[in-house]
């Protein structure tokens, strides 16, 4: 039984380190407890087909050190070493760095910067070897009390002696300069106004070219320092050396008395030299001389991260990242001469949004492809991507953005297939509902799954979802309100260009598109007029993570009421006719189940009565003749149709120990299961008119969810969802219900890491079927699963 990844939907996590990119275009990068894989030279434009479990917290930074090797860091202080061997990524080596969380990683040849929000800063040294790597400590540096945001090594120019660069939670840059075995104080340069967020080293192109340090900060200012050899400057009028130009500055400086306080602009630039002193030899010392060279003013908020474009390139480029969701490339304004001989750095190209801090601006950014390719994450874990159309004249250099992938920013709760089965939709506590669909590409007329709706974007936590029909879907939040939302034009128009599905022509004559009105909660819909109000969405392509969130909104057509507390549980029948619904209860009064139809959302029958606490999961039987629900009261109930009457119930039972996270009925509607967090999967059947447990399953953890195959070849398969993320599948033969067997563990690098909350079969005529699941991971997965049929 084989098992390939079709899609991951994984969000980047919230730090400006959190991913990195290989020589070989490969991006690692955090997302929850999670590293990540994208492979941007993926001929078939697929995002993210690898995971792998990275400790029991966050990742915070990766750190590529070859194309085989990496270092990655997380919230709980662990720094992990990975390593490719037989081209699989493993783990060789865990250390405990710090008591809190890393917040900055970095490194050159053989040493390794952390900086944790411990308050510490710390210098180890690494050692590959045939049999084991090793990570030593060498050095913890005293930053007095300020935590470290960033760091950034490199070595001084005609020189074997490294210079390290830290910013934290002050105003100035701490210089820390290594010519022996270990690091001492150099230099502390000034100048920003707020704290420091990025450091970016740009390497001497030629021996008279300076090592260029770029710093970015809070206070939205970049500052770009030259590090370069001390020489004797001579002046044509005084004849003396660069101490008396210092001296010339100081006064200079001291002059201008408090004017830069009082006027407009603020603290005045400081145009002295820093003079650092390191060791060559046993007995032969180089100073070195750091001067301010320019001051880059374009971001209307915090820079969030510096990153140099690679060197071949002739023109310095420096790419900046903010919290306003713009992405700026900055270049000297001249580029004929020493490229030092220039200081008027001038903002080339500009990316991302107009607007301000819309959604929480960018946190990082990188160069791929050798600087063909810019890439940025947002606030909400998104991917943007530019691609360089460069001719050989760089100042025409134009830019394009392409696809590039997303994911849920936090837990994933709910997940429903299409009725048709051509795309899936999720629900997260990041607030959104996300449609994924294998869109077709230009390139080699390949699909790849990918994001192409975000339909509902809301101001609380969604829990679940399900689709009433291809283009219509319910989904309920923590709020005591059932909304449905209806596809617009902009939609259908997509799905047929992109091949995703195809729909009537009946099925254009809708709304355009949708919008929130200000202050609003509601999607309201949008006819014919002014494209402004929603903005372009062109159709050929799928659409870039900052259109998602804002131009595929689907309208609101519909608000369900009728629960005393926030929904919990969402369920649909079979012939999308009817939905039940169930709510947080501490009391048999709420505990129920209300069922309402999907025509004129009206209250059918009595709500259904019997369980004393939350209702968790909701399941109609392939024939909607019963419904199937379990509770947190550790019981599952039976509700029979009656003609006219509404369902009704006629059995209960609580053999389960602990609380019954999920439901399934088998599609032959003759068994059905529940799973339980008393670490058992249940099957039951009826057996001389009653239901009795036919089967129970014992699992290495909590099972958390469950689905059902049709049966193939006269055996079934069952998918079980642990509390840890794993996905077992077991076997069983139509004519011996009692007899499961376990026939496939999904391997760690296609698996969650994290309670799995919802899986569903995407259900095909043929072998095989791709299974989806959803997982507190914040991950959405597809995987194939190659069922054997005997």
């Not at 930074?61 to 070859?66: D, E, G, S």
């Not at 783990?91 to 405990?96: D, G, P």
């Not at 501490?586 to 709500?607: C, F, Q, S």
């Not at 994290?754 to 299974?771: C, G, K, T």
């Amino acid at each position: 039984m084989a098992v390939e990844v079709v899609y991951v939907a994984a969000a980047v996590n919230r730090f400006n380190q959190a991913a990195d990119v290989s020589a070989t275009n490969l991006i690692a990068f955090g997302s929850s407890r999670l590293l990540a894989f994208w492979e941007l030279d993926n001929p078939n434009d697929e995002g993210v087909k690898k995971t792998l479990p990275s400790g029991d917290s966050a990742v915070t930074a990766v750190k590529f050190l070859t194309d085989t090797l990496f270092i990655s860091a997380n919230e709980s202080g662990m720094l992990n070493l990975w390593k490719k061997k037989a081209d699989q990524w493993q783990n060789t080596l865990s250390i405990k760095a710090h008591l809190k969380s890393i917040s900055t990683l970095s490194s050159l040849d053989d040493w390794i910067v952390t900086g944790s929000s411990d308050s510490s800063l710390k210098l180890w040294k690494l050692r590959e070897g045939k049999e084991k790597d090793e990570i030593s400590e060498v050095q913890t540096l005293n930053l007095k009390g300020r935590l470290p945001i960033i760091s950034a090594i490199s070595r001084l120019p005609q020189s074997a002696a490294y210079l390290l660069a830290v910013g934290g939670t002050d105003t100035k840059i701490q210089l820390w300069v290594c010519s022996d075995a270990q690091f001492v104080s150099a230099a502390s340069l000034s100048g920003h106004e707020d704290w420091i967020r990025s450091l970016a080293f740009r390497q001497p192109t030629s021996e008279d070219s300076p090592l260029v340090l770029a710093s970015g900060s809070q206070d939205a200012t970049i500052r770009l320092w030259n590090i370069e050899p001390r020489k004797k400057i001579v002046t044509a009028k005084a004849g003396g050396t660069d101490d008396f130009v210092d001296e010339l500055l100081d006064n200079f400086e001291a002059s201008l008395g408090d004017l830069g306080e009082s006027e407009e602009g603020g603290r005045q630039i400081s145009l002295k030299h820093h003079i650092i002193t390191v060791k060559t030899g046993s007995e032969i010392s180089q100073q070195y001389a750091i001067s301010f060279d320019a001051l880059l003013v374009g971001h209307e908020a915090a820079v969030t991260s510096l990153s140099w474009r690679p060197d071949h390139h002739k023109m310095p480029t420096l790419l900046s990242t903010s919290t306003d969701s713009s992405l700026i490339l900055w270049s000297p304004s001249s580029v004929t001469g020493v490229e030092s001989a220039s200081s008027v750095w001038i903002n080339q190209q500009r990316f991302g949004d107009v607007g301000g801090q819309r959604l929480g601006g960018f946190v990082g950014g990188l160069w791929a492809k050798e600087g063909q390719e810019a890439l940025a994450w947002g606030w909400t874990g998104g991917w943007r991507r530019w691609r360089s159309t460069a001719t050989e004249n760089l100042t025409s250099e134009s830019w394009a953005e392409v696809g590039a992938i997303s994911g849920h920013n936090g837990p994933v709760k709910g997940l429903d297939w299409s009725p048709d089965g051509n795309y899936i939709i999720s629900s997260g506590l990041d607030q959104t509902t996300r449609i994924h669909g294998p869109a077709r590409t230009k390139v080699n007329d390949h699909s790849s799954w990918h994001e192409i709706s975000r339909p509902q974007v809301h101001g609380y936590d969604l829990f679940n979802v399900v689709f009433v029909d291809p283009l219509k879907f319910a989904s309920i939040a923590d709020e005591k309100v059932v909304r449905v939302f209806e596809a617009p034009r902009g939609f259908v128009e997509l799905a047929g260009q992109l091949e995703v599905a195809q729909f009537s022509d009946e099925e254009h004559h809708r709304p355009i598109a949708a919008n929130v009105p200000p202050l609003g909660l509601s999607n309201k819909a949008i006819n014919d007029g002014p494209q402004e109000l929603v903005g372009e969405l062109d159709s050929s392509r799928r659409p870039f993570d900052g259109e998602l969130a804002t131009v595929t909104l689907w309208p609101e057509i519909e608000k369900i009421f009728g629960h005393g507390y926030e929904s919990i549980t969402l369920g649909i029948s079979n012939n999308r006719k009817l939905i039940a619904t169930a709510c947080k209860a501490t009391n048999a009064e709420h505990a129920v189940v209300r069922i309402y139809d999907t025509d004129k959302y009206k209250l059918v029958g009595d709500p259904l009565p019997g369980h004393v606490l939350t209702v968790t999961r909701i399941a109609f039987s392939p024939n909607d003749k019963l419904i199937l629900t379990v509770s947190r009261d550790r019981s599952w109930r039976l509700f029979e149709l009656q003609e006219g009457r509404g369902y009704l119930p006629v059995v209960a039972d609580k053999s389960h120990g602990r609380i019954i996270w999920d439901c399934a009925w088998s599609f032959e509607g003759d068994i059905f299961a529940t799973a339980s967090r008393d670490k058992t999967v249940k099957v039951w059947r009826q057996h001389e008119g009653k239901w009795q447990a036919a089967a129970t399953i014992k699992t290495p953890q909590p099972a958390t969810a469950i689905a059902f195959t049709p049966a193939v070849e006269s055996r079934r398969h069952l998918a079980v969802g642990l509390e840890n993320g794993e996905i077992l599948i077991y076997s069983n033969a139509l004519s011996e219900v009692p007899k499961w067997m376990l026939a496939k563990t999904i391997p760690l690098g296609s698996c969650h890491v994290d309670h799995i909350h919802r899986m569903a079969w995407r259900l095909s005529r043929n072998n095989p079927y791709e299974l989806a699941s959803c997982s507190d991971d914040g991950t959405l997965r597809i995987i194939t699963v190659h069922l054997a049929e005997n």
